[in-house]
């Protein structure tokens, strides 16, 4: 039995008892079946968390980009490997071919060779959803370059920030973007960023909107010219599979972003093994991650994951809402979506609309859906089962990281019975376990805790950038010889998880442990409710009392406030129980959010705490504005 494509619960039971019993052998195997390498390996693993270093596949050279296009060109070179559907919906989507790929990414790999760009360089990508990001990408590895992709939506400020902590010496841009009826002027934001970053020496400029932008002499240029010139050969530079592959940014808590820093060989099993499990993946699927490459999502499961299986993989340059909110299925029914991913945040927007904009469109070829980000919340849950994948197309709710590099818990499709709200199980060679405060493991079921893991996966970060110490303190000094993963769970008595959220969004009420998660999914059930979010702030007698902002369906609703309030307070005390209910409510126009959709509690938090005077950089917001009427119409 090829241990790659896992089909039914018992045989995932099999399979992840074998993971656990030798994950050495476990992943080996994989390693061995169904990769191309230029060196094997002389061991699979070697790993001490308490330093905390961890080495996977050391002695083994390799090049992701054979493994994601050119060992496809034998057997696929005409299959689509890239479907660019462009914001504009009355364009003409572009299909690219694996053949096609193949020569744009060499291409590319010469104009950085050509630029100065050498093996262990960072390059930074602030690029719109266009082909150019995911080639781009691809270029970087082709000749083993560290790439460094950060969000086109972030502030010059945070891109000078990211450009500047790993020393980056291009950049890649393009002079704007289109954002549903936008157009985003992202030349002048690497301009202003890069008053600040003396250690770039060139900018390659791809034309996208046709915009006037102003071209710096001798550091600018634009890209196309170079392109067209360049030979379309490029022999893929060898690299050890411990090498980086690339630096993603992670806001921190407290102080600035991290930099974490995925290796190759490891990041390319991984992906490519769960991608091809979770999403049940066959030869003629057409499968549609609607992230951005800017986010961890987009890298392991737009790019690297899908194209290491020959998959055909969506790139989206538009929004949800654009020309109007029946986007996301008018593009299922024009190229047969087969795998849809996508956000709760975007689930919950589309549910607040007219059933109108689903009901035109046929879903029919959707086999799998999935969501990524946050938890999902069960009216969600439900909406989603039942008007998208009309209840035959299972839902996996994926739980992992930016620091994970790939999926870590859900449910495999038609294997692993669904429960709205829980990621379900483990996948294979992932060893989670819950921890107490006082550092004691939870091994029974039926409890609730810290989620760590006890054992190494292969696409796990291996460090932060320039920042060992801080590596080892965030994530591996709360737990002995353990990864502490920020997140609390709770494991029902057969095994499942589920994902309560930060333990920072943990609120101890007079002595009780509140996840906020099954608060927010409690008010979430009221009929006029859209969206909540719950923090803590201080209380003289509880210690902590719970402030909740809440958004309604109806802007401006109708009804008597008062009485909303009561019933939501209601509604928690008959799901959680009264110790649960809210002390103060604030009815908002939205909730402050980060571009891939994540609410940003910390903001909530010290406005709840009446702290307002030092919120940190918000202009990196989605709705930085939000912030803005929320303190207006604060208590």
């Given at each position: 039995m090829s241990n790659y494509h896992i089909k039914h619960l018992e045989e995932y039971w099999q399979v992840y008892r074998k993971s656990l019993r030798n994950p050495e052998v476990f992943w080996e195997e994989i390693a061995e079946e169904h990769f191309l390498w230029r060196k094997r390996w002389d061991t699979v693993l070697d790993w001490d968390f308490s330093k905390p270093e961890v080495k996977w596949y050391e002695g083994a050279e390799l090049n992701i980009t054979e493994n994601c296009i050119d060992r496809h060109l034998t057997t696929r070179a005409d299959k689509t490997a890239i479907l660019f559907e462009p914001n504009d919906p009355t364009a003409i989507a572009e299909h690219i071919t694996y053949r096609q790929l193949h020569e744009r990414v060499c291409k590319f790999a010469n104009v950085l060779k050509d630029q100065g760009v050498q093996k262990g360089d960072r390059v930074c990508i602030y690029l719109p959803m266009i082909p150019e990001l995911a080639i781009s990408v691809l270029a970087c590895a082709r000749i083993g370059a560290i790439h460094s992709v950060v969000f086109a939506g972030f502030s010059a400020t945070a891109l000078a920030t990211r450009i500047n902590d790993c020393d980056c010496k291009i950049v890649l841009t393009s002079d704007g973007s289109y954002r549903g009826n936008k157009t985003i002027d992202l030349k002048g934001i690497v301009d202003e960023a890069l008053t600040s970053c003396p250690g770039i020496e060139k900018v390659l400029v791809a034309k996208r909107t046709n915009t006037d932008i102003s071209m710096k002499s001798g550091r600018d240029q634009w890209l196309q010219p170079l392109l067209d010139a360049a030979s379309k050969e490029c022999e893929a530079t060898i690299m050890k599979a411990e090498d980086p592959l690339f630096i993603l940014y992670t806001s921190g808590s407290t102080g600035k972003p991290k930099g974490m820093v995925h290796t190759t060989g490891g990041y390319m099993i991984y992906t490519a093994y769960t991608f091809k499990n979770i999403f049940q993946?066959?030869?003629?699927?057409?499968?549609?991650?609607?992230?951005?490459?800017?986010?961890?999502?987009?890298?392991?499961?737009?790019?690297?994951?899908?194209?290491?299986?020959?998959?055909?993989?969506?790139?989206?340059?538009?929004?949800?809402?654009?020309?109007?909110?029946?986007?996301?299925?008018?593009?299922?029914?024009?190229?047969?979506?087969?795998?849809?991913?996508?956000?709760?945040?975007?689930?919950?927007?589309?549910?607040?609309?007219?059933?109108?904009?689903?009901?035109?469109?046929?879903?029919?070829?959707?086999?799998?859906?999935?969501?990524?980000?946050?938890?999902?919340?069960?009216?969600?849950?439900?909406?989603?089962?039942?008007?998208?994948?009309?209840?035959?197309?299972?839902?996996?709710?994926?739980?992992?990281?930016?620091?994970?590099?790939?999926?870590?818990?859900?449910?495999?499709?038609?294997?692993?019975?669904?429960?709205?709200?829980?990621?379900?199980?483990?996948?294979?060679?992932?060893?989670?376990?819950?921890?107490?405060?006082?550092?004691?493991?939870?091994?029974?079921?039926?409890?609730?805790?810290?989620?760590?893991?006890?054992?190494?996966?292969?696409?796990?970060?291996?460090?932060?950038?320039?920042?060992?110490?801080?590596?080892?303190?965030?994530?591996?000094?709360?737990?002995k010889n353990m990864y502490f993963t920020g997140d609390g769970a709770f494991r029902d008595a057969v095994g499942y998880y589920r994902i309560t959220g930060r333990v920072d969004d943990v609120i101890i009420v007079s002595g009780h442990n509140l996840g906020t998660a099954p608060i927010e999914d409690a008010i979430n059930e009221h009929p006029a409710v859209a969206e909540s979010a719950i923090v803590g702030y201080p209380h003289d007698i509880k210690g902590n009392a719970l402030y909740g902002y809440i958004t309604l369906k109806e802007t401006g609703e109708s009804r008597d406030q008062d009485n909303l309030r009561k019933e939501i307070n209601q509604l928690i005390t008959e799901r959680i129980g009264p110790i649960a209910k809210l002390n103060k409510i604030q009815f908002t126009n939205g909730l402050p959010k980060t571009r891939s959709g994540k609410i940003m509690r910390r903001i909530l938090r010290k406005i709840a705490e009446k702290d307002t005077s030092n919120l940190g950089d918000i202009s990196t917001l989605l709705n930085p504005e939000v912030v803005k009427g929320i303190i207006e119409n604060t208590f």
């Open positions: 993946y066959r030869e003629n699927d057409v499968y549609w991650c609607t992230a951005d490459i800017g986010w961890i999502t987009g890298h392991s499961y737009i790019v690297y994951g899908p194209l290491a299986n020959g998959a055909t993989t969506v790139l989206f340059e538009g929004v949800p809402s654009y020309p109007d909110f029946g986007r996301f299925w008018e593009i299922v029914q024009k190229h047969k979506i087969t795998q849809f991913y996508t956000a709760p945040t975007a689930i919950r927007a589309l549910a607040k609309e007219n059933l109108d904009f689903v009901e035109k469109y046929d879903l029919s070829s959707l086999k799998v859906l999935g969501t990524v980000g946050e938890p999902i919340n069960e009216e969600a849950w439900h909406w989603y089962n039942e008007n998208i994948g009309k209840r035959k197309s299972p839902i996996v709710d994926t739980w992992w990281q930016t620091e994970t590099g790939g999926i870590m818990i859900a449910p495999i499709p038609f294997a692993t019975p669904t429960i709205p709200t829980y990621a379900t199980l483990p996948l294979p060679g992932i060893q989670p376990t819950l921890m107490n405060e006082q550092g004691e493991e939870l091994k029974n079921n039926q409890q609730e805790g810290r989620l760590c893991i006890k054992f190494p996966w292969p696409s796990m970060a291996r460090t932060i950038w320039g920042n060992h110490e801080r590596y080892r303190e965030t994530y591996f000094s709360t737990y």
